[in-house]
C-alpha cells in the first residue's frame, strides 16, 4: 500500500494548480448555500485536522477503531475559511498533509494488517461500510484520501484520480 506516497503525489499536484486559481475563481460559489473552492480547502483542513488525530488514535488502539464525528458546516463556518486569502488555507493544508503523509507510513509498515473488532466506518467514513465487516486503520487512511479527491473533484473538474478502488489494496 502507497498511501503516503498517493497522499504526497495529490498534494503536490493539486496545490500547483489551486495556485494558480485566481482569488476570485476559488472565492466564489456556486449557490448561496455550497461552500466555495476556499472553503471546501478549508474543510480539507479540517478533515486532515479530525482524521489526524484518529489515525494517531488508531495506532494507539488495541481492540477498536470508534471515533466521534464532527459538524463539518460549523467548522467551515466557525474557520472563516471564505474571508481568509486562499494562499494561507493552501499551505495550511499543504503543511497538515505533509504530516499525515508521515504518519501514514507508519501504518502502512505497522497497522496494515491489524483487523479491529469494532469500528464506526459505517457512521464516520465517506465511503462507508458496514460494521459488521472487519476493518484496518488502513480503510481510514484509504477513505480520507477517496474523500479529499472527491473535493479537489470540486474545486478542479478536470483533476484526474490517483486512488484507485479499496478492493485493489485490500487483496
Not at 55 to 83: P, R
Request: aromatic share 10%; proline share 2%.
Amino acid at each position: 500500500m502507497a498511501f503516503a506516497k498517493i497522499l504526497r503525489q495529490i498534494v503536490v499536484s493539486t496545490s500547483v494548480l489551486i495556485k494558480n486559481m485566481p482569488e476570485l475563481n476559488i472565492s466564489q460559489k456556486p449557490a448561496p448555500d455550497r461552500w466555495s473552492g476556499k472553503e471546501i480547502l478549508g474543510h480539507l483542513i479540517d478533515s486532515a485536522i479530525v482524521n489526524h488525530q484518529r489515525f494517531v488514535q488508531g495506532m494507539v488502539s488495541e481492540d477498536d477503531l470508534i471515533f466521534s464525528s464532527y459538524d463539518q458546516d460549523a467548522y467551515v463556518q466557525i474557520n472563516g475559511y471564505q474571508d481568509r486569502k486562499s494562499y494561507e488555507i493552501l499551505n495550511t493544508w499543504i503543511c497538515l498533509n505533509h504530516q499525515i503523509a508521515l504518519l501514514l507510513e507508519k501504518i502502512e509498515t505497522e497497522a496494515s494488517f491489524h483487523l479491529a473488532r469494532k469500528h464506526n466506518f459505517d457512521i464516520i467514513g465517506y465511503q462507508r461500510i458496514s460494521s459488521d465487516q472487519s476493518a484496518a486503520l488502513t480503510y481510514l487512511a484509504w477513505d480520507y484520501l477517496a474523500h479529499m479527491e472527491h473535493h479537489i473533484l470540486q474545486i478542479i473538474p478536470d483533476y484526474s484520480r490517483l486512488l484507485a478502488s479499496f478492493e485493489s489494496y485490500s487483496r
